[in-house]
Nanobody, 121 residues
Framework: EVQLVESGGGLVQAGGSLRLSCAPSGFTFDDYAIGWIRQAPGKEREGVSC????????YYADSVKGRFTISRDNAKSTAYLQMNSLKPEDTAIYYC??????????????WGQGTQVIVSS
């Protein structure tokens, strides 16, 4: 069974940083692109970032470019999202997901329980 377990969320002030981690199981980690989606209360789920298997292709939502950095360690079967210069608009539940990059857009499949990020103003 595919599982994606997120951690690292928390409450931070605007301008602060967090690093999210994703520990997948139930599939071969280095056979899939891995990324992050998020959903704020009352808003649509949106793709945040996706990274290819070999880190040769990445996607970032325009709203996070220059502030967030996705990475992966295939040896540890772990993916990360470094979030800097956080804004209140980044407040959401963040989910790790298998993903794809197609025609400049991010696609995704199932996700885990998520980790909550709250950015205070």
């Amino acid at each position: 069974e595919v599982q994606l377990v997120e951690s690292g969320g928390g409450l931070v002030q605007a301008g602060g940083s967090l690093r999210l981690s994703c520990a997948p199981s139930g599939f071969t980690f280095d056979d899939y692109a891995i990324g992050w989606i998020r959903q704020a209360p009352g808003k649509e789920r949106e793709g945040v970032s996706c990274m290819s298997i070999s880190d040769d292709s990445t996607y970032y939502a325009d709203s996070v470019k220059g502030r967030f950095t996705i990475s992966r360690d295939n040896a540890k079967s772990t993916a990360y999202l470094q979030m800097n210069s956080l804004k209140p608009e980044d407040t959401a539940i963040y989910y790790c997901t298998r993903c794809g990059i197609e025609s400049g857009q991010m696609t995704w499949g199932s996700w885990g329980q998520g980790t909550q990020v709250i950015v205070s103003s």
